[in-house]
């Protein structure tokens, strides 16, 4: 069983999350592995969703892995993510097995399409 969390920011990001939550097991299965089971679990965190605590956010990326037993966390927030003045669309901590993802980065629409094939 590999197990995903989904830290994502109340609001938009949730709401998204929510409608593609049932997509992702089976994109991760065609995209990862067929052969392993996937669960998904979601937990809404407001920290995820203030510009000033951005590193917070990834200082507690370590706490929720250890907590729930993932294989992998990502974090979704509708802030913008810079680095070196650039917008990031996803910023992989692969050492963690974890990852941020800006919601403003996508664009307007369709988010769900790009999220679901943000790489």
Do not use: H
């Amino acid at each position: 069983m590999i197990r995903v969390g989904l830290i994502v920011a109340p609001g938009t990001a949730n709401n998204i999350v929510n409608k593609i939550e049932n997509e992702l097991v089976e994109d991760f299965k065609k995209q990862i592995s067929a052969a392993d089971e996937w669960e998904i679990d979601i937990i809404v965190d407001p920290l995820t969703g203030e510009t000033e605590f951005t590193n917070q956010i990834y200082s507690k990326t370590d706490e929720y892995l250890r907590e729930n037993d993932w294989n992998f966390l990502i974090s979704i927030t509708d802030l913008p993510l810079f680095y070196k003045d650039k917008a990031v669309v996803i910023d992989i901590d692969s050492s963690d097995c974890a990852a941020m993802m800006s919601i403003p980065a996508f664009g307007w629409r369709p988010l769900k399409k790009r999220m679901k094939t943000a790489n």
